[in-house]
Antibody, heavy 116, light 108 residues
């Protein structure tokens, strides 16, 4: 069955960096666009970024453009989110999801806390 | 950016009642690329509807979606106890993709 397992979250100071990873299994990873969606504590959902199956196309929310970079390694069935210049408002659970628009499959999420 | 507004913010109903949730877009949503999700506390979102009106696999037929352009509706024909949750709409027709703020359906 489809499994998405995120890792790499934690506590980081404002201005710091973090790399999130998502290990995918149960499907042909290289066939699918992949996305990151986040949810601040007690708040709603926010789409962050997507990447095409072959990494040719990427897209970002305005709130993270220029600070975050999405990438993937199809040989390792892995998705990444490189986050730089982190701000308090980036504090959220980050979900790895399959697809670029509507999505059925979500990981359990990894919590990123940006605080001094 | 397309801004989605959901109403009401909270809907208080009893089991067996009909729920009607609204999602309005600030601009027309391309090709009715609109989805609805359900989220319960401590759980990841569950896809209910995509393409404005297509039910996702395994979703009961008491859930239905309708609408086009800038006005969309999620209807739950008869609320079951497990349906009390937060519901989000999402447009994926124009980048950046955006979610609405959610409607909480709670027990009256």
């Amino acid at each position: 069955q489809v499994q998405l397992v995120e890792s790499g979250g934690g506590l980081v100071k404002p201005g710091g960096s973090l790399r999130l990873s998502c290990a995918a299994s149960g499907f042909t990873f290289s066939d699918y666009y992949m996305s990151w969606i986040r949810q601040a504590p007690g708040k709603g959902l926010e789409w962050v970024s997507y990447i095409s199956s072959g990494s040719s196309f990427t897209n970002y929310a305005d709130s993270v453009k220029g600070r975050f970079t999405i990438s993937r390694d199809n040989a390792k069935n892995s998705l990444y989110l490189h986050m730089n210049t982190l701000r308090a408002e980036d504090t959220a659970v980050y979900y790895c999801t399959r697809g670029s628009g509507w999505t059925v499959y979500w990981g359990q999420g990894t919590l990123v806390t940006v605080s001094s | 950016e397309i801004v989605l507004t959901q109403s009401p913010g909270t809907l208080s109903l009893s089991p067996g009642e009909r729920a009607t949730l609204s999602c309005r877009a600030s601009q027309s949503v391309t090709s009715s690329y609109l989805a609805w999700y359900q989220q319960k506390p401590g759980q990841t979102p569950r896809l209910l509807i995509y393409g404005a009106s297509s039910r996702a696999t395994g979703i009961p037929d008491r859930f239905s979606g309708s609408g086009s352009g800038t006005v969309f509706t999620l209807t739950i024909s008869r609320l079951e106890p497990e349906d009390f949750a937060v519901y989000y709409c999402q447009q994926y027709g124009s980048s950046p993709f955006t979610f609405g703020p959610g409607t909480k359906v709670d027990i009256k």
